[in-house]
């Protein structure tokens, strides 16, 4: 930062200056850059979508998605941000025959407010197919213990349950 002083007809006749050592703050952006990085990295090479909504108190079931990661694509034929701009694609491509169980497990994680799994079935965006999901499920809870969100990992177990079903 500096200052100019200047005579009655404008002329600068003075500057002042002031410099700050940024050291410090340089290095702990770069740690947070580098710290972004690494999350992503993690994020992105589990095969599994990884996910963040936030909702309201008053209506737990509804609410705005602030992150999805990269691994929509391969698993549900989606990028993130198809479920980030549209918070409903998820329950359009839940299986119909699922939607009472996942209804009532849902219900039941966010009423014990403990983490929880669910099962369900997602269709492919691109082939149409449905695929298994397991779906683990944290419920995020605000100071005075009301849930304000949840964050979940969804694995694809089709093969599995394909494995299961031909051992019956």
């Known amino acids: 930062d500096y200052l100019c002083l200047f005579d ?24 947070l850059r580098h710290s972004e990085a690494t999350h992503r990295l993690v994020l992105e ?3 599994a979508v990884v996910y963040m909504v936030e909702t309201t108190p008053d209506n737990p079931f509804i609410g705005d998605v602030k992150f999805v990661s990269g691994r929509t694509g391969g698993i549900l034929g989606y990028p993130p941000t198809e479920f980030v701009r549209n918070p409903n694609l998820w329950r359009s491509l839940i299986h119909p025959e699922d939607m009472a169980a996942l209804a009532a497990s849902t219900a039941a994680i966010y009423g014990s407010k403990a983490p929880g799994t669910r099962l369900y079935r997602l269709q ?38 394909k494995t299961e079903e031909a051992l019956r």
């Open 8 to 31: 009655e007809q404008g002329r600068i006749t003075d500057h002042l200056g002031i410099q700050r050592d940024i050291t410090e703050r340089k290095r702990v952006e770069n740690q």
């Open 45 to 47: 090479s589990i095969d």
């Open 124 to 161: 492919h965006g691109t082939t149409g197919q449905y695929r298994w999901v397991e779906d683990r499920v944290v419920p995020q809870l605000d100071a005075g213990g009301n849930l304000v969100g949840i964050f979940g990992v969804g694995r694809d177990i089709t093969e599995q349950k």
